[in-house]
């Protein structure tokens, strides 16, 4: 295996009570973890709840919330597993959140410049097309990479390009949703990638 592409948010951070609590204020709406999570049952940007949002001013949330998301932490033992898997393999992220956050984030937890691409809202709004996107600029097929995510739909849009998709059950999807779309693995505990090969 030559390349690991991650998922952002619920994967390497964690934001999920971040999220409930910004959305809920921010759009002033009865907005519970269960809605969040639906959200991602399918692509987020087709689901209802992301087009509740949308008529909201989408765009405007991704602002409001800056300062304090930028400067969320991410687990020591996160940023740990992180540099060891850098020393055997290039590391990419593709995510649905935006460029600007997700740059600054990782910037203030020094992680910035272990990932070769960051492909984020901004590039392009089908997983799919920015994994076949990296597919080309790196020279690498989906046999020679992992996916590793939260939720429902990245792994079917992980089966679509036919690569793996390690699955994690501890901040977002529980396990029993996971594996509707049967992940090649599901770990609850991030020091797990380290025994991938």
Known sequence: MKDIIFDFDWVIVDSFGFHVENIRD?????????????MQNWNIFDSHSYKV????????????????????????????????????????????????????LLKNNDLYEIFDEILCHEFHKSKIYKFNYLFDKYDFSPSESIFITDTLWDILEANEVWIKSIAVDFWYHEKER???????????????LLEIS
């Not at 921010?26 to 639906?38: M, P, V």
Request: net charge negative; proline share 2%.
């Open 53 to 104: 949002l949308e008529e909201k001013w989408w765009d405007w949330y991704k602002v409001h919330i800056y300062n304090n998301y930028t400067k969320l932490p991410i687990d020591e033992s996160i940023k740990d597993v992180l540099l060891k898997l850098k020393d055997d393999y290039r590391l990419h992220i593709i995510t649905s959140w935006w460029a600007n956050n997700v740059c600054w």
């Open 26 to 38: 921010f759009y002033e709406l009865d907005f519970h973890e269960n809605d969040l999570k639906d």
């Open 178 to 192: 996971l594996d509707k779309w049967n992940p090649y693995k599901i770990i609850s505990s991030f020091d797990e």
